[in-house]
């Protein structure tokens, strides 16, 4: 193939990638067309996939609907709060501990390094009580602290992000040194370019884990005003879904809010994380 241009016999690919591809956009079309339906189109027979009249009134209801004296502005804005807050921490912390297992030299590298391995093994279900516990002993509950803690670094971000500096050769780290740069100026100039691939990786995977995490505000947080917009909307989604027109449309509404950042800053990343997955096999 030459993907400089179209060529006929690039053809044939065509032929099996767009089917798949129209496949794949089938749910994000039906959830973005499901949310601008007005009452009348929900429940036509034969159904439709797409819209023919788009209204805003889901959103209106989704908004308007609120259980609770907190508007939801305010779990918007805890959102938001958390996911800037976790994913600056997540990429700093996995990448600063990434250059250190990798190219750094001190006791206990091995050991620490296998630690992150074990948690690798364990679901979240299986670390729930503990986590509540460590969460209660140091009093956070309650807190924004809960919600950024408990996820700031994770595991599988720092064994990626590992496993490309072992890629970086040691020789351009030497030099550096030799130059005169200490550990944290080789860090910045020339750990964190090389890198950029991965981080951009572990932006997107902390994104999704945090911009969709309701477990905490669940789990560690009794104040209302203090919980986040994916818990808001699950519970109005879980209360309404099934009871009117109304609740389905607002239902629609609220899984197009929690899709739309994922898939924007998947879009923005995504060419970097094909690089990732591109220089991963290279040795």
């Known amino acids: 193939m030459n993907p400089q241009r179209f060529h006929r016999s690039q053809i044939k690919f065509y ?66 709060l958390v996911t800037t ?19 750094l030299r001190f006791r206990g590298k091995k050991f620490w390094f296998e630690v992150n391995q074990l948690a690798l093994m364990f679901v979240t279900a299986s670390v729930a009580i503990p986590k509540y516990l460590v969460i209660d002993r140091l009093g956070l509950i309650d807190t924004i602290w809960a919600h950024i803690l408990p996820i700031m670094a994770i595991p599988v971000g720092l064994f990626l992000i590992k496993q490309f500096v072992d890629q970086i050769p040691d ?18 100039r020339v750990v964190v370019p090389l890198i950029k691939p991965a981080l951009s990786t572990l932006a997107i995977l902390s994104f999704q884990s945090v ?19 994916a818990f808001y909307l699950n519970t109005f989604s879980n209360d309404t879904a099934n009871a009117t027109i109304i609740g389905m449309g607002a239902s629609a509404a609220a899984a197009l809010i929690m899709l739309l950042p994922n898939l924007i800053v998947f879009i923005v990343l995504q060419s970097q994380m094909m690089s990732t997955v591109a220089y991963s096999g290279i040795k």
């Open 171 to 188: 020789s351009l780290i030497e030099a550096a040194r030799i130059d005169g740069a200490h550990d944290f100026l080789v860090y910045r």
């Open 85 to 103: 807050v976790v994913l600056v921490f997540s990429v700093v912390i996995s990448s600063m501990a990434g250059f250190a297992l990798s190219k």
């Open 211 to 229: 911009w969709a995490n309701m477990e905490t505000s669940q789990y560690y947080i009794n104040i209302e005003s203090m919980r986040t917009l």
């Open 15 to 80: 032929l099996i990638l767009l089917p798949v591809v129209a496949f794949m956009l089938l749910p994000i079309i039906y959830i973005c067309s499901t949310a601008f339906k007005p009452k009348e189109e929900m429940f036509l027979f034969p159904p439709r996939l797409l819209v023919q009249s788009p209204s805003m009134d889901n959103f209106y209801d989704l908004f308007k609907q609120s259980k609770t004296k907190v508007p939801v502005v305010r779990y918007l804005v805890n959102s938001l």
